[in-house]
Protein backbone atom coordinates (compact mmCIF):
# COMPACT_ATOMS: atom_id res chain seq x y z
CA UNK A 1 0.00 0.00 0.00
CA UNK A 2 1.50 3.53 -1.08
CA UNK A 3 1.36 5.98 1.59
CA UNK A 4 2.61 9.72 1.23
CA UNK A 5 2.43 11.33 4.64
CA UNK A 6 2.88 15.36 4.99
CA UNK A 7 4.77 16.82 8.07
CA UNK A 8 5.94 20.77 8.83
CA UNK A 9 2.88 22.72 8.28
CA UNK A 10 1.62 25.74 11.08
CA UNK A 11 1.43 29.28 11.25
CA UNK A 12 4.04 31.62 11.17
CA UNK A 13 4.27 35.01 10.38
CA UNK A 14 4.59 36.59 7.02
CA UNK A 15 8.34 36.79 6.59
CA UNK A 16 9.00 33.75 8.31
CA UNK A 17 10.07 29.78 6.86
CA UNK A 18 8.93 26.59 6.94
CA UNK A 19 9.75 23.28 5.94
CA UNK A 20 7.21 20.90 4.77
CA UNK A 21 8.52 17.01 4.43
CA UNK A 22 6.62 14.18 2.69
CA UNK A 23 7.71 10.54 3.80
CA UNK A 24 6.61 7.69 1.06
CA UNK A 25 6.34 4.12 1.47
CA UNK A 26 4.97 1.62 -0.30
CA UNK A 27 6.72 2.30 -3.68
CA UNK A 28 10.16 2.93 -5.23
CA UNK A 29 10.54 6.09 -4.59
CA UNK A 30 13.54 6.58 -6.70
CA UNK A 31 11.19 6.08 -9.63
CA UNK A 32 9.11 8.66 -9.42
CA UNK A 33 8.70 12.19 -10.16
CA UNK A 34 7.61 14.13 -7.30
CA UNK A 35 5.27 17.25 -6.88
CA UNK A 36 4.09 19.53 -3.73
CA UNK A 37 0.63 21.76 -5.03
CA UNK A 38 -1.05 23.55 -2.59
CA UNK A 39 -5.31 24.59 -2.96
CA UNK A 40 -6.35 28.05 -0.87
CA UNK A 41 -9.87 28.15 0.19
CA UNK A 42 -11.95 29.06 -2.71
CA UNK A 43 -9.34 28.57 -4.88
CA UNK A 44 -7.90 25.62 -7.52
CA UNK A 45 -5.27 23.57 -6.61
CA UNK A 46 -2.13 24.39 -8.08
CA UNK A 47 0.87 22.85 -8.83
CA UNK A 48 3.74 24.83 -6.33
CA UNK A 49 7.23 22.60 -7.26
CA UNK A 50 7.99 19.59 -8.99
CA UNK A 51 11.75 17.52 -8.89
CA UNK A 52 12.66 14.34 -11.30
CA UNK A 53 13.33 11.48 -10.06
CA UNK A 54 17.30 12.22 -10.29
CA UNK A 55 16.48 15.39 -8.27
CA UNK A 56 18.90 17.15 -11.25
CA UNK A 57 15.75 19.01 -12.29
CA UNK A 58 13.15 21.12 -10.68
CA UNK A 59 10.16 23.25 -11.21
CA UNK A 60 8.71 26.13 -9.46
CA UNK A 61 5.36 28.18 -9.90
CA UNK A 62 6.54 31.51 -10.59
CA UNK A 63 5.06 33.08 -7.31
CA UNK A 64 7.26 30.86 -5.07
CA UNK A 65 10.70 31.19 -7.11
CA UNK A 66 13.44 32.51 -5.23
CA UNK A 67 11.47 32.17 -1.84
CA UNK A 68 11.00 28.03 -2.51
CA UNK A 69 13.22 25.26 -2.87
CA UNK A 70 12.48 21.58 -3.57
CA UNK A 71 14.50 18.62 -2.50
CA UNK A 72 14.88 15.09 -2.13
CA UNK A 73 16.24 12.43 -0.19
CA UNK A 74 15.88 8.74 -2.38
CA UNK A 75 17.64 7.29 0.81
CA UNK A 76 15.02 8.56 3.01
CA UNK A 77 12.31 8.35 0.55
CA UNK A 78 11.16 11.73 1.65
CA UNK A 79 10.78 15.13 -0.59
CA UNK A 80 11.25 18.22 1.04
CA UNK A 81 9.80 21.72 0.56
CA UNK A 82 11.72 24.57 2.59
CA UNK A 83 9.82 27.74 2.18
CA UNK A 84 11.30 31.37 2.98
CA UNK A 85 9.94 34.65 3.03
CA UNK A 86 6.38 33.45 3.51
CA UNK A 87 3.65 35.88 2.16
CA UNK A 88 -0.37 35.49 3.37
CA UNK A 89 -0.98 34.09 -0.09
CA UNK A 90 1.00 31.31 0.99
CA UNK A 91 -1.72 29.99 2.88
CA UNK A 92 -2.70 26.84 1.69
CA UNK A 93 -3.38 22.91 2.30
CA UNK A 94 -0.23 21.52 0.96
CA UNK A 95 0.03 18.29 -0.65
CA UNK A 96 2.80 16.22 -2.27
CA UNK A 97 2.13 13.97 -4.75
CA UNK A 98 4.20 11.21 -6.46
CA UNK A 99 3.68 10.48 -10.17
CA UNK A 100 5.52 6.79 -12.53
CA UNK A 101 8.73 8.46 -14.08
CA UNK A 102 8.54 5.51 -16.87
CA UNK A 103 4.83 5.44 -17.25
CA UNK A 104 4.27 9.36 -16.98
CA UNK A 105 0.84 10.54 -17.24
CA UNK A 106 -0.92 12.20 -14.26
CA UNK A 107 0.22 11.86 -10.81
CA UNK A 108 -0.52 8.60 -8.91
CA UNK A 109 -0.44 9.00 -5.58
CA UNK A 110 -1.19 12.08 -2.86
CA UNK A 111 -0.67 12.60 0.60
CA UNK A 112 -3.40 14.43 2.90
CA UNK A 113 -1.87 17.40 3.08
CA UNK A 114 -0.66 19.52 5.77
CA UNK A 115 -2.01 23.25 6.59
CA UNK A 116 0.30 26.20 6.48
CA UNK A 117 -0.99 29.54 7.08
CA UNK A 118 0.74 32.67 7.14
CA UNK A 119 -0.34 35.59 8.99
CA UNK A 120 0.43 39.37 7.97
Known amino acids: QVQLVESGGGLVQAGGSLRLSCAAS????????LGWFRQAPGKERESVAT????????YYLDSVKERFTISRDNTKNTVYLQMNSLKPEDTAIYYC?????????????WGQGTQVTISS
Open 97 to 109: AAQNAVLGGSYNY
Open 51 to 58: ITWSGRST
Open 26 to 33: GLTFSRYI
